[in-house]
């Protein structure tokens, strides 16, 4: 069970009439007018593996019409798309279950791709449950890395399990297409290429609202809730146990603020209620990916790592030399976060200033 | 008004270890619970209960084991509970599972009409958030994922308002029965057993359904109905260096100061990610 050094699949043979599906497809995730970050950084993806297999990468926006979703579509290709499917009919504005399955599961039998991915967010999960059981095939959740097996041109699936503890890499058999979710932020964003262009497939699936039971009665934007945005933060300063009372996050919060970034937390500290939900990062929280995470008093457990461990450069202050967190922090420092924190904040305070005046 | 509420029982995983040299699941004296996020569904469909009178019914396909749990939902408060149990479901992924378990909500359906079906958002141990969906759409049951908040039940015009977790905020659905809801975890607190129903689970007799009770098709259940097979397994690799250690200079035989770690951490940061204090310095520059 330890990790073979050739990738090698399990055997199998595809039945003939499934040799059609070719290309890698993205399922474009938008919400009124604007994407979420996953879906390009799995065009981005798609992209590596659709090189490897030397087909086509399609992304599928669905919508109502209207010049950003237009403006959607552009962005595809400029993230790496070859061929766009725009679905469009007034149905699709708001995201429901039942219409998007209807429309996917059509478009997916009429186009026929070998491989289909989303996101692992509440309307990527949420989607693809439901077309791998029209479509009765194989899907693998939040995975933490694509691949293909060149031996059978199958889609190498790696996830975590029981909680991290472990990996396994997921095969779908003599079914298609292979179907994936992946966390938001655990693959890189792709660079933009604004010469990149491709064909547009237009999709009218021809909806009726009246066919659909469920309505939208109204959306309350995270904007107005003063919700934390801690996916897309550059810099996180996170909390543990180890900061002793739910008065001292203030340091952290103190910290966060000199360096222009949001706080982060460890799901004790959710539960102890120091805190909301939306700070916890982790394996039943946010997956996170800035460019300094800097956890104080965390002790790095298996369910927080596979949260933060891709972040560019992690700076962990723990009290305990020992620490598990300090196997996998670029720097370590091992002292009181009580006092640290405060010191850390003076110094890049200092440090921020002083170059402010010179410049 | 029927309510199914499908549990799974699983290892605590909290308390999972891996063999260190065979680097296999060591299952021995891990207990077993039920799934935590079930009990959020759990919990939602009893209020229900409480609220406008129901009939709730826990289902759960595993091994005879899994039976405990099932008693204690039914010392939660449920009036029925089913144990799916077959050789014959051994190795089926979650297209496979959520088959088998349709098929037994179709048969509790031809006693009394199911109207609602409650999954957990997901299993500790699968994790895949898979089951709920293709229940609902194998059923042909609107499909309620994520929901933090049920506003309002009529069961005179069968209608349900609930309120649903998106990405970018909560959305406000209003939808007709029969559906399936995956609750949110952190939207309710579990209960505790009353005396009486503790009594009862303990002598309830188990309904325990094998896949021809529920007249599930071979070819779709079990390994033979799963699209997915598990390649490989394996440990995370540790990455390959631990932390450098940030240090001060210090008077003879003290520690060094607050300050003095933190002025090198600072510089130990900005000398590993030299883009990241031009961006830092960018910022403070422009006053933000
Ligand atoms: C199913 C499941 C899902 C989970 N999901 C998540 C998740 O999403 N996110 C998550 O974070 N956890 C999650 N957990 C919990 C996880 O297993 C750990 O319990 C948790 O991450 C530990 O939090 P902690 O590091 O804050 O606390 P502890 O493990 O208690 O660590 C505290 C640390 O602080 C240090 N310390 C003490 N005093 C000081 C001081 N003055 N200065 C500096 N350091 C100090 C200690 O040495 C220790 O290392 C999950 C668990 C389970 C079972
Ligand atoms: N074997 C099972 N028996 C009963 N319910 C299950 C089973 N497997 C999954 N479920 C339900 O489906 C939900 C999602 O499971 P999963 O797709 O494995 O994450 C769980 O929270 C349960 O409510």
Redesign the interface.
């Known amino acids: 069970?330890?990790?073979?050094s050739k990738p090698q699949?399990?055997k199998f043979q595809l039945p003939e009439h499934l040799k059609e599906y070719k290309g890698i497809w993205v399922i474009v995730?938008q919400?009124?007018g604007?994407v979420?970050s996953v879906s390009w950084e799995l065009v981005g993806e798609a992209r590596k593996l659709a090189d490897k297999l030397g087909v086509e990468v399609g992304a599928v926006v669905l919508g109502a019409d209207s010049p950003e979703l237009n403006a959607i579509c552009g962005d595809a290709f400029t993230y790496g798309a070859d061929v766009v499917y725009k679905v469009t009919d007034p149905v699709l504005a708001?995201?429901?279950?039942?219409p998007y399955?209807r429309v996917m599961t059509d478009v997916v039998n009429t186009y026929k791709p070998e491989i289909v991915l989303l996101g692992a967010?509440?309307?990527g999960?949420?989607l693809?449950?439901?077309i791998?059981?029209?479509l009765?095939?194989?899907?693998?959740?939040?995975c933490t890395e694509l691949d293909i097996y060149m031996d059978n041109r199958s889609l190498?699936a790696t996830?975590?399990?029981?909680?991290?503890?472990?990996?396994?890499?997921?095969?779908?058999?003599?079914?298609r297409p292979q179907m994936a979710t992946v966390r938001p932020r655990v693959m890189s964003m792709p660079d933009r290429d604004d010469n990149r262009t491709g064909r547009v497939v237009e999709v009218f699936p021809a909806l009726r609202e009246d066919d659909v039971?469920?309505?939208?009665?109204?959306?309350?934007?995270?904007?107005?809730?003063n919700e934390a945005q801690l996916a897309f933060a550059?810099i996180i300063v996170a909390a543990g146990k180890g900061l002793g009372k739910p008065e001292n996050l203030k340091l952290v919060f103190d910290l966060a603020k000199v360096?222009?970034g949001e706080v982060g937390v460890t799901r004790p500290l959710v539960q102890a209620g120091w805190t909301g939900?939306d700070r916890q990062v982790g394996q039943?929280g946010k997956t996170v990916r800035p460019?300094?995470y800097i956890a104080a008093g965390i002790s790095g457990a298996i369910q927080h790592r596979v949260g933060m461990?891709k972040s560019?450069?992690?700076?962990?202050i723990n009290t305990d030399p020992n620490a598990p967190?300090?196997?996998?922090?670029?720097?370590?420092?091992?002292?009181?976060a009580l006092?640290?924190l405060?010191?850390?904040t003076?110094?890049?305070g200092k440090?921020?200033?002083v170059?402010?005046l010179a410049? | 008004m029927h309510i199914v509420v499908c549990i799974k029982q699983v290892?605590d995983?909290?308390q999972?270890r891996?063999h260190p040299v065979?680097?296999?699941?060591m299952r021995q004296g891990v207990p077993a619970i039920i799934n935590p996020f079930d009990l959020f569904s759990l919990e939602e469909a009893l209020r229900i209960k409480d609220k406008v009178g129901a009939r709730v019914t826990v289902l759960t396909m595993g091994p005879p084991m899994a039976e405990t749990s099932l008693r204690k939902a039914l010392s939660l408060g449920a009036d029925d509970a089913v144990l799916l149990t077959d050789r014959k479901f051994a190795g089926s992924?979650?297209?496979a599972t959520?088959y088998a378990l349709t098929s037994a909500i179709k048969k509790l359906s031809e006693e009394e009409q199911v109207d609602l079906v409650f999954c957990g958002k997901q299993t500790?141990?699968?994790?895949?958030?898979?089951?709920?969906?293709?229940i609902?759409?194998?059923l042909g049951f609107?499909?309620?994922?994520?929901i933090t908040k049920i506003e309002s039940i009529d069961q005179g015009a069968r209608e349900i308002?609930v309120?649903?977790?998106?990405?970018?905020?909560?959305?406000?659905?209003?939808?007709?029965l029969p559906c399936m809801i995956t609750m949110l975890?952190?939207t309710n607190t579990i209960r505790f057993g009353k005396m009486d129903d503790m009594f009862r689970a303990a002598r309830y007799g188990l309904k325990t359904w094998s896949k021809d009770t529920t007249g599930a098709e071979e070819t779709k259940v079990g390994l033979k109905g799963?699209?997915?097979?598990?390649?490989?397994?394996?440990?995370?690799?540790?990455?390959a260096q631990?932390?450098?250690?940030?240090e001060a200079e210090a008077p003879t035989a003290e520690a060094p100061?607050?300050?003095a770690?933190?002025?090198a951490?600072?510089e130990?940061?900005?000398g590993?990610?030299p883009?990241?204090a031009d961006?830092?310095?960018a910022?403070?520059?422009a006053?933000?």
């Open positions: 069970m330890s990790e073979p699949g399990r995730e919400e009124r604007s979420h708001d995201y429901r279950t039942d399955t967010t509440t309307l999960r949420d693809a449950g439901a791998a059981t029209t009765a095939t194989g899907l693998t959740a939040d190498a996830r975590p399990t029981f909680g991290g503890t472990l990996l396994c890499t997921i095969q779908t058999l003599a079914y039971i469920t309505k939208v009665l109204s959306f309350i934007a995270d904007r107005e809730q550059d360096l222009g939900f039943t460019k300094l461990e560019d450069l992690i700076l962990a967190i300090f196997d996998f922090a670029h720097l370590g420092l091992v002292g009181d006092t640290i405060p010191a850390l003076d110094a890049f440090r921020l200033s170059n402010r410049g | 290892p995983s909290a999972i891996i065979t680097n296999t699941i992924d979650t297209l959520s500790v141990d699968g994790d895949t958030a898979q089951v709920g969906p293709g609902a759409t194998r609107q499909q309620l994922t994520y308002v309120h649903r977790r998106s990405e970018g905020g909560v959305q406000v659905l209003k939808t007709a975890e952190g799963s699209p997915t097979v598990v390649s490989k397994v394996f440990v995370p690799k540790p990455r631990k932390a450098t250690m940030v100061s607050a300050e770690m933190a002025a951490a600072v130990a940061i900005l590993a990610q883009k990241l961006e830092l310095l910022r403070a520059a006053g933000l």
